[in-house]
């Protein structure tokens, strides 16, 4: 099984960026689909994107032309490259890992704040 730990996260005003880091450790995360999430105060958790094993990325629409998932294989680490950040943002972001066996992500990072400020 793998771990994974989050950090990158902070405070940044609207229209500012931030990147987001995710590292793994226990197994590659180039064996899962590896997916960013986030929840923001009184509200359910969304998905923000995911990289395939292949490589393919996907995004919500809220999220498309902004943010930019990538992985490096030789850090075991992926990235979420965040610009033109809007508070509307403002989550706690996480990352998860999903094997190919399943529909459902089954690792979970504990997770790291985003503030954006207007």
């Known amino acids: 099984q793998v771990q994974l730990v989050e950090s990158g996260g902070g405070l940044v005003q609207a229209g500012g960026s931030l990147r987001l880091s995710c590292a793994a450790s226990g197994r590659s995360v180039s064996s899962y689909t590896m997916g960013w999430f986030r929840q923001a105060p009184g509200k359910e958790r969304e998905f923000v994107g995911a990289?395939?094993?292949?490589?393919?990325?996907y995004y919500t629409d809220s999220v498309k032309g902004r943010f930019t998932i990538s992985r490096d294989n030789s850090k075991n680490t992926v990235y979420l490259q965040m610009n033109s950040l809007k508070p509307e943002d403002t989550a706690v972001y996480y990352c998860?890992?999903?094997?190919?066996?399943?529909?459902?992500?089954?690792?979970w990072g504990q997770g790291t704040q985003v503030t954006v400020s207007s």
């Open positions: 998860a890992a999903r094997p190919d066996y399943s529909r459902e992500y089954a690792y």
């Open positions: 990289i395939t094993r292949s490589g393919g990325t």
